[in-house]
T-cell receptor, first 114, second 114 residues
């Protein structure tokens, strides 16, 4: 099935550093969601974006909905060891029928060195 | 805890056996989704319910798979005549009707087919 292009595939950083990752698509989405997944667990919703150009923060996390509606970005500032995990972007086309389903990227594996 | 719950968390079965998983969504969430996640990939959409009506099924959902949500509350996903390729994490998510497009995931059921 279709998946979004998410990069980088993995990152290894030092505690305290900032992190940026992004997600691109050939199709337009009307909602972008960012999730974090720990091993053996389900994805946990971090941030939801609903409008092109929107910039939303959740603590040290900031995400942006690209102006073309084909991309999104997630930044983590001042990383800490508990930020370790896999971060997924997901796009949703909107309301009605199949538009509710989420299309996911392959994830960015983040490792934080204390 | 009022989040999405899934049972069992782990299932090991022999090829050819039938398995059934259960998902209990967040209370009063009308929409329920099933996704499948294999190693190194993001979740992929399988099927979606609004109340008790199954509104969409992915091509990934072969005729060996069936999902139900008989009373519009919990849902079950059954796989008949399991194959080794069915080994994956099966994730359930729910969302409310109305304007919110956010989906909240359960912890998943890890299926291993030997």
């Amino acid at each position: 099935g279709q998946q979004l292009n998410q990069s980088p595939q993995s990152m290894f950083i030092q505690e305290g550093e900032d992190v940026s990752m992004n997600c691109t698509s050939s199709s337009i989405f009307n909602t972008w969601l960012w999730y974090k997944q720990d091993p053996g667990e389900g994805p946990v919703l971090l941030i939801a974006l609903y409008k092109a150009g929107e910039l939303t923060s959740n603590g040290r996390l900031t995400a942006q909905f690209g102006i073309t509606r084909k991309d999104s970005f997630l930044n983590i500032s001042a990383s800490i060891p508990s930020d370790v995990g896999i971060y997924f972007c997901a796009g949703q086309r909107g309301s009605g029928g199949s538009n509710y389903k989420l299309t996911f990227g392959k994830g960015t594996l983040l490792t934080v060195n204390p | 805890d009022t989040g999405v719950s899934q049972n069992p968390r782990h299932k090991i079965t022999k090829r050819g056996q039938n398995v059934t998983f259960r998902c209990d969504p967040i209370s009063e969430h009308n929409r329920l989704y099933w996704y499948r996640q294999t190693l190194g990939q993001g979740p992929e959409f399988l099927t979606y319910f609004q109340n008790e009506a199954q509104l969409e099924k992915s091509r990934l959902l072969s005729d060996r798979f069936s999902a139900e949500r008989p009373k519009g509350s919990f849902s079950t996903l059954e796989i008949q005549r399991t194959e080794q390729g069915d080994s994956a994490m099966y994730l359930c998510a729910s969302s409310p009707t109305g304007g919110s497009r956010e989906q909240y995931f359960g912890p998943g059921t890890r299926l291993t087919v030997t």
